[in-house]
């Protein structure tokens, strides 16, 4: 009788930033200053410090919740390893006046053999999304300014090889 175990990680994720500036596209008209302000020194300053510091920082919603998941099924002695790790991220609290944004989501799914004792043969995938709705459309797209959407691009299969070797030393 063969019995599998999965062994599996769940990590709940909140980030909220309190002082978050959700109105910045509600009061600059598609991000841009107000053209008949631009020679007023004090508001120019104040539309630089919104515009820069949030997206310099990395802030770009005021509420973030998602869920982690990392799952490991060895069977036969670990022999045949299937794997599997996600990342789903959704904001809340942001400025929806440009686009509403939908959500992330991070797959690598992997498959990990041992034909021999110490040497792996690892089949897997990393594939990174999100996604966002333009204001009056209906369909989505998907977003690369994102943190996860970013890597979109750059979404791969890869095959790696594994060996292990150890080396004793006798004094």
Known sequence: MTI???RMKVIILICNIFDY????FSDYHDGLPDST?????????????RALTQRMSGETEGLLQ?????????????????????VLLKPFLYDEEER???????????IDIMPKDAF????????????YREKGRSGA?????DRIGQYHRDNSIYLT????WGYEAAK
């Open 4 to 6: 599998i175990t999965v």
């Open 21 to 24: 500036d959700r109105d910045f």
């Open 37 to 49: 302000k631009t020679g007023d020194e004090e508001y120019m300053k104040e539309y630089y410090y």
């Open 66 to 86: 998602g869920i982690s998941i990392g799952m490991v099924w060895p069977i036969t002695n670990a022999i045949f390893t299937p794997k599997f790790k996600t």
């Open 100 to 110: 509403t944004r939908l959500g992330s989501l991070y797959l690598n799914p992997e």
């Open 120 to 131: 792996h043969l690892c089949l897997g995938a990393d594939l990174c999304y999100s996604w």
């Open 141 to 145: 797209k998907i977003d690369t300014s």
């Open 161 to 164: 090889v594994v060996y292990k």
